[in-house]
């Protein structure tokens, strides 16, 4: 575990995942703290399987996960919302043929006394929630480059402008904590730069403890002071972009021999970051 002196927001102690005989993640201990924490190593490493117990949708077969403390093993899904975890997919899971601001507004369904959106729209005594709860999702929108779009129908929109209605609808759950799957893949360089940007003004005001996985290394590496690097189940290197970069065992398992030669050369250009 980590040893900084802020109390982490979000713990993993000892966590163990076995689906049948595979054993996917083996006693990964990581202290999450509020910022940028970056989440890497190859495919198949049980990054996502992560965020599935922090989530609720897969159980720890051995340690847990607590959230300011508190355990969350006993937790559903809904519950870890409401407790103040969010998190994106790395394939979006959004209602297609729903509006853009219909399926941000599901992300303040937990605000509300009744559970569906469209219940609102009937109930003459919700009417004001909904008008204050519209103006949160619109001004959420904007922040992130897509208030013109939010009357479109989601599945019209570009799979990159999905993944961000996704951290739109993560967002206005106000989360202490967010999850985000591999949010930069198949975006455009114009929309990883609206990304980031809101993120960092999330991340800085909020004080939002927010967890990455991504495979753009360029861009984990500018992002997060604190990086783990996760190898068949395992915690193989943890810290600055530097240690984890320069660490033998992650050259070795995730990044390759020529990437340390790459990297010296490449030095500086991550302008767009
Ligand atoms: N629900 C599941 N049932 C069985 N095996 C799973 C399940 N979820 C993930 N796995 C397996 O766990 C391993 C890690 O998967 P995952 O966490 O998705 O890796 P990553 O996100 O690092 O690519 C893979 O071998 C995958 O097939
Ligand atoms: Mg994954």
């Given at each position: 575990m980590n040893s900084a002196s802020t109390t982490a927001p979000l713990s993993l102690d000892d966590l163990h995942v076995s689906f049948g005989g595979n054993r996917v993640l083996e006693g990964v201990n990581i202290d999450f703290v509020p910022g940028f924490n970056g989440l890497i190593g190859p495919n198949g490493a049980g990054k996502t399987t992560i965020f599935n117990v922090l989530s609720g949708y897969v159980k720890a077969t051995r340690g847990g996960a607590f959230l300011d403390g508190k355990d969350l093993s006993d937790l559903k899904p809904t519950d870890r919302v409401s407790n103040g975890i969010s998190r994106t997919f790395q394939s979006p899971k959004l209602i297609l043929d729903a509006t853009v601001l219909e399926n941000v507004l599901l992300g303040m369904h937990r605000k509300f006394r009744h559970g569906h959106v469209?219940?609102?729209?009937?109930?003459?005594?919700q009417r004001r929630e909904e008008d204050q709860a519209r103006e949160v999702c619109i001004d959420m929108l904007e922040e992130f480059g897509l208030a013109e779009d939010a009357h479109k129908e989601t599945g019209d929109l570009s799979l990159g402008s999905q993944k961000i209605?996704?951290?739109c609808r993560a967002l206005v759950a106000e989360p202490k904590v967010l999850l985000l799957d591999e949010p930069a893949a198949g975006l455009g360089a114009n929309d990883v730069t609206i990304l980031l940007k809101g993120l960092r003004k999330f991340v800085q005001e909020k004080n939002l403890c927010l967890v990455i996985i991504e495979h753009d290394l360029e861009l984990v590496t500018a992002l997060c002071p604190i990086i783990y690097v996760l190898h068949f189940g395992?915690?193989?290197?943890?810290?600055?972009?530097?240690?984890?970069?320069?660490?033998?065992?992650?050259?070795?398992?995730?990044?390759g021999k020529?990437?340390?030669?790459?990297?010296?050369?490449?030095?500086?250009?991550s302008s767009a970051i």
């Open positions: 469209t219940e609102l729209f009937r109930l003459p005594n209605v996704e951290v395992r915690i193989i290197s943890e810290g600055s972009a530097e240690a984890i970069t320069t660490d033998p065992a992650v050259i070795e398992a995730y990044l020529g990437y340390a030669q790459d990297n010296e050369k490449d030095q500086g250009d």
